[in-house]
């Protein structure tokens, strides 16, 4: 199994970033996928997740009408859209699917 996420980098405020996950190893298009994130000293949280059918999303408070999160079933892959980016969603984003875990991407918003 392996579960990969890539796009983290530095962005100033304001600015956007999408975010991928390429998932292989077990049956993507059956589970939900969902984004977290952790930023130091902090506990991780729930980002924005999206069904398996039918595609539903759910979203933190903190990010709703800032991100969004879509999947690519035939890609095995799920992003995550974010835009007007402000220093406090600096942390690393974590992708999770079924009980597996990537290693994480560090998203830093910073002048």
């Known amino acids: 199994v392996q579960v990969v996420e890539s796009g983290g980098g530095l962005v100033q405020p304001g600015g956007s970033l999408r975010l991928s996950c390429a998932a292989s190893?077990?049956?993507?298009?059956?589970?939900?996928m969902s984004w977290y994130r952790q930023a130091p000293g902090k506990e991780r949280e729930l980002v924005a997740s999206?069904?398996?059918?039918?595609?539903?999303?759910n979203y933190a408070d903190s990010v709703k009408g800032r991100f969004t999160i879509s999947r690519d079933n035939a890609k095995n892959t799920v992003y995550l859209q974010m835009n007007s980016l402000k220093p406090e969603d600096t942390a690393v984003y974590y992708c999770?699917?079924?009980?597996?875990w990537g290693q994480g991407t560090q998203v830093t918003v910073s002048s």
């Open positions: 999206i069904t398996s059918v039918g595609g539903s999303t």
């Open positions: 999770k699917g079924y009980v597996y």
């Open positions: 190893g077990f049956t993507f298009r059956s589970y939900t």
